[in-house]
């Protein structure tokens, strides 16, 4: 029996594989494709067990923060927590430079070189294109962090929950980014903080409570004092003078408060309503009509 050599000078009967100096072109295609899924995966040491290698980044958590009505001390444990805790605080900013009263009182709470702060200024106009725009810019700054795994307090004066701008951010954010997850963390309201400055129930037994935003809409102003025992009319200042015609109608001028900047620093009490025909109100004003 003969046994033959390879020509390369191999073993006797075996045929050896021909040596290629090129890389493997495939499995160069596997290393680059996990380096850059690796880019949204969490880093994990070399004891992690083989099925849990790849674990994708947590998205942060949206949370709106009420942080109640203006004073800085009627916020919640809660409130103040998260925002000691969460690396990004988001914020209404003013267009006008100055400080809005929910940024004043994170201030009062955090500092505020140890975080990323949004200052977000929100659309303040009827226009549906230059809406859509300005809330799609201020949902993708957020987003930019929440991708990133960065939790975001979005602070609100009173509560989250309750004619907020945050109903809004969480309703768009769940739209764009659906795996978000959102919290609101209730706040003390205005409605609530008139109500210890006027020192005046806002309801007893069975007795019906109405809030309401003040509009142009006379016959629904009507309609709202004669179905509720207590009205609390929000952002009555631009129809003053309508709301207090209308208490004159029905016999109730003299039933009307009107609070300021409710609890802070800044809070103008008026106990009679009719004090104040002819004389513009700030924004931040609320009426209460108890019958």
């Keep these: 029996m003969m046994m033959t050599m390879t020509e390369t000078g191999g073993a006797p009967g075996l045929r050896q594989q021909p040596v290629n100096d090129q890389p493997n072109t495939e499995k160069l295609s596997a290393e680059a494709a996990m380096q850059a899924a690796s880019i949204l995966y969490d880093a994990v040491d ?72 949004l200052g977000l200024v929100f659309p303040m106009t009827k226009d549906p294109g230059q809406l859509a725009s300005g809330w799609n810019r201020t949902a993708e700054l957020c987003w930019k962090e929440l991708e990133m795994g960065r939790d975001v307090a979005f602070v609100t004066e009173g509560d989250p929950n309750l004619y907020s701008t945050f109903i809004h951010l969480a309703r768009l954010m769940q739209e764009l980014h659906p795996g978000v997850p ?39 102003l009507k309609e709202a004092l004669l179905q509720h025992d207590t009205v609390v009319f929000l952002k009555v200042a631009k129809v003053l003078e309508l709301v ?12 009307a408060s009107v609070v300021t900047k409710v609890t802070s620093p800044y809070e103008t009490v008026w106990r009679d309503a009719r004090e104040l025909r002819g004389k513009e109100l700030e924004y931040l004003s609320l009426m209460v009509v108890s019958k």
């Design 46 to 117: 070399e004891h992690t067990p083989a099925h849990k290698k790849l674990t994708p980044h947590a998205l942060g958590t949206l949370y709106g923060v009420g942080v109640g009505p203006g004073d800085p001390e009627l916020i919640t444990l809660k409130a103040c927590r998260l925002l000691q805790e969460c690396p990004v605080i988001a914020y209404p900013a003013t267009r006008k430079g100055g400080k809005s009263y929910a940024q004043e009182i994170v201030d009062m709470h955090v500092n505020a070189e140890e975080k990323i702060m």
């Design 182 to 220: 959102i919290v609101s963390i209730p706040g003390i309201s205005s409605v609530l903080g008139a109500a210890a400055a006027l020192e005046q129930p806002l309801a007893d037994g069975d007795q019906r409570v109405g809030i309401i935003p003040a509009t142009e809409d006379r016959e629904a």
């Design 244 to 255: 207090l015609d209308v208490l004159d109608e029905l016999g109730l001028g003299g039933k």
